[in-house]
């Protein structure tokens, strides 16, 4: 069966310093993978996604995230947090027809 | 503007009282879909529609129904709400890109 692991509930980082919240999916084929941020009280915005190509994808706000086949990784980074990166962070999968997420990230940034 | 609208955005209701969470997209694709989020669990498939008439189940589609008679609109239909459909709900559409586009998110509480 299809699913996403998010290992780190809550992560804490200082303004400035690099992040990187890890994402493993399990799926027979290659997925389609997204990262998306939910804000509080907001919806989901879409970070990135990646379904072929080159493995490292660029998205919004100066994230990047490197699909690894071979550890089923999707892991996202940013070089230098800003105290607006503060969320929930939702790695998913697509099959298709349906889309899996994690349990998401909480991110905590410290001034 | 390219958007997905749910309402209401929050409702108090009781258990057995039929309820409809509305659903509309603007930007004419051809699926959509709906998820609950609960916290520790993420976000969760309740339906999704291929296309209009085309409906099939999620990984948890009981205690709610769907129908898609236009392409634009999809509604969540809850025959008797218990209080373990309390939940936040998004609705979500995708088209040629791919990608989820979500709602605000939709509120409901059961007592």
């Known amino acids: 069966a299809q699913s996403v692991t998010q290992p780190d509930i809550h992560i804490t980082v200082s303004e400035g310093a690099s992040l990187e919240l890890r994402c493993n999916y399990s799926y027979g084929a290659t997925p389609y993978l997204f990262w998306y941020v939910q804000s509080p009280g907001q919806g989901l915005q879409l970070l990135l996604k990646?379904?072929?190509?080159?493995?490292l994808v660029q998205g919004i706000k100066g994230f990047e995230a490197e699909f690894k086949r071979s550890q089923s990784s999707f892991n996202l980074r940013k070089p230098s947090v800003h105290w607006s990166d503060a969320a929930e962070y939702f790695c998913a999968v697509g099959t298709g027809n349906q889309f899996y997420f994690g349990t998401g990230t909480s991110l905590t940034v410290i001034p | 503007e390219a958007q997905v609208t749910q309402n209401p955005r929050y409702l108090i209701t009781v258990t057995g009282k039929k309820l409809t969470v509305t659903c509309s997209q603007n930007m004419n694709h051809e699926y959509m879909s709906w998820y609950r989020q609960d916290p520790g669990l993420g976000l969760r498939q309740i339906y999704y529609s291929m296309n209009v008439e085309v409906t099939d189940k999620g990984d948890v589609p009981e205690g709610y129904k769907v129908s898609r008679k236009e392409k634009r609109n999809f509604p969540l239909i809850l025959e008797s709400p218990s209080p373990n459909q309390t939940s936040l709900y998004f609705c979500a559409s995708s088209g040629d890109t791919g990608e989820l586009f979500f709602g605000e998110g939709s509120r409901l509480t059961v007592l």
């Open positions: 990646y379904f072929s190509g080159d493995t």
